[in-house]
């Protein structure tokens, strides 16, 4: 099992990937959910920096520091570095936001690394629906120095339009010219999980595939 299939295991084990009815924040209808907040151990942590890290490191390549914004994407930038660094022999710097600028002492907006004139950044964020945190992070880096955005990591891609035609990935990549590489999609995952059991336990039955093929063909790019 690659370690994509055994990250799809271990989200159904932790509650973050859940099945289902639910209603997401644009109030759109939909069979499957993906709650990052719901990691709360340091096992969990550390299992999900040893995921990220085997992603970023096959992207990594040109990249010089990592950046996570907050907030979740502070712990998952730590845990990823931390894992690059223990599990791949990867030194790599990363840095964070504040919400909001620090007015004394040595002040700024980012916690850690900071960013030099041509450096190149990957950010590292769980999911993306509107795409918002990036349409902030990347001013906001370059408000700091010339810096170019290249990449994104996230957990899991929907493979959903947004308000028009275009997936929040494919606008990115439009307006910013950022790569999105996603650790799995929702096809890697109804393929894995279909009538596979975790824990003994049928995640996606013949049901369940027909309700999230049904919501793709709807709602899917």
Do not use: W
Request: proline content about 4%.
């Amino acid at each position: 099992m690659g370690y994509q299939e055994d990250f799809i295991d271990f989200m159904v084990r932790s509650g973050v990937l859940t099945f289902g009815d639910f209603i997401t924040k644009s109030g759109r209808k939909t069979p499957y959910f993906v709650n990052t907040g719901n990691y709360q151990t340091a096992e969990q942590i550390a299992k999900l920096g040893q995921y990220y890290a085997a992603c970023i490191a096959e992207h990594l390549s040109g990249i010089d520091f990592l950046y996570g914004p907050a907030y979740k994407g502070i712990p998952l930038v730590i845990a990823a570095a931390t894992s690059l660094y223990r599990d791949h022999n990867i030194n790599i710097p990363y840095c964070f936001n504040r919400k909001e600028a620090k007015d004394h002492g040595e002040g700024g907006s980012l916690i850690g690394y900071k960013p030099q004139a041509g450096d190149h950044a990957m950010i590292i964020e769980d999911v993306i629906t509107a795409g918002t945190s990036v349409k902030e992070s990347v001013p906001l880096l370059k408000s700091i120095a010339d810096v170019s955005v290249d990449a994104l990591i996230i957990s899991v891609d929907r493979m959903e339009k947004g308000d028009g035609d275009q997936t929040a990935i494919q606008e990115i990549a439009g307006s910013f010219g950022i790569t999105t590489t996603p650790i799995v999609t929702i096809l890697d995952i109804v393929s894995h999980l279909h009538n596979h059991p975790v824990d003994g336990r049928i995640i996606i039955d013949d049901a369940m595939q027909a309700q999230i093929k049904k919501h793709l063909e709807r709602y899917g790019a």
